[in-house]
């Protein structure tokens, strides 16, 4: 059986975990930039076929939404954080650098794009592999997209 390659949004959704990107950038188009002036242009995304992709990937318990916990050392040794003024702060655990959302919070920040440029609630939350992913292959990743249409996850 010919088994077609995974779509290009599948890809660029899993690059973007792995890069921890903001959720802001993830309807947005990418341009990759390679030697010799070749660059490869990927669309700008549905973000109701981002969502999808996203929560499948995190109720399989692959994907966390985090924040970076800003801390700066003044001279008298005091840490001060960066406070965000989103709902979903006070029920964030730090751990080191950075907030881990509740799962309730983070999905329910996956599931309405339009907090994900709404200032206060999305736009500094980035995307992250949780540990439950660590050491999963592409395949695993992809397998968890079953059910899911065909020309969304793959190549047509």
């Not at 609630?121 to 540990?131: K, N």
């Not at 079953?146 to 020309?151: D, K, R």
Request: net charge negative; proline share 3%.
């Amino acid at each position: 059986m010919n088994r077609r390659e995974p779509s290009d949004l599948v890809r660029e959704m899993r690059g973007l975990i792995a890069e921890e990107a903001f959720l802001r950038e993830v309807t947005h188009q990418v341009t990759d930039h390679y030697g010799g002036g070749k660059t490869v242009v990927h669309e700008p995304w549905q973000a109701e076929d981002c969502q999808r992709i996203l929560l499948r990937w995190f109720d399989a318990g692959f994907v966390d939404c985090i924040a970076v916990a800003w801390a700066t050392t003044k001279g008298s040794g005091e840490i001060v954080h960066y406070e965000y003024d989103a709902s979903w702060r006070a029920r964030a655990t730090a751990v080191g650098q950075h907030l881990i959302l509740d799962n309730e919070d983070a999905r329910a920040l996956l599931s309405d794009s339009e907090t994900w440029d709404r200032e206060g609630d999305g736009p500094r939350v980035m995307l992250c592999e949780s540990d439950k992913a660590e050491g999963l292959s592409f395949d695993d990743w992809f397998d968890a997209l079953a059910g899911l249409p065909e020309n969304m996850i793959r190549e047509q």
